[in-house]
């Protein structure tokens, strides 16, 4: 069996940590951050990361594009 690629574009954005849980950042903090448009408590909240639950459809996608993770 030859060896599975990791696709690169999912490893720069999504960590598997320790225990095996998924995380990523959260998006929309990178333009239109003033005026009016994001409040600071909105702002605030995407600072943090986030984890992807293990039963979803979407951690069984990216189970497949990182193979080694």
Do not use: D
Request: glycine share 6%; charged share 35%.
């Amino acid at each position: 069996m030859p060896k599975l690629k990791t696709r690169r574009a999912t490893a720069k954005r999504i960590r598997i940590t320790g225990s095996g849980q998924i995380k990523r950042y959260r998006n929309n903090k990178r333009h239109l951050l003033n005026n009016g448009r994001k409040t600071s408590k909105r702002k605030r909240h995407l600072r943090k990361a986030t984890y992807i639950g293990e039963t979803t459809k979407t951690a069984k996608n990216i189970k497949k594009l990182m193979p080694y993770a």
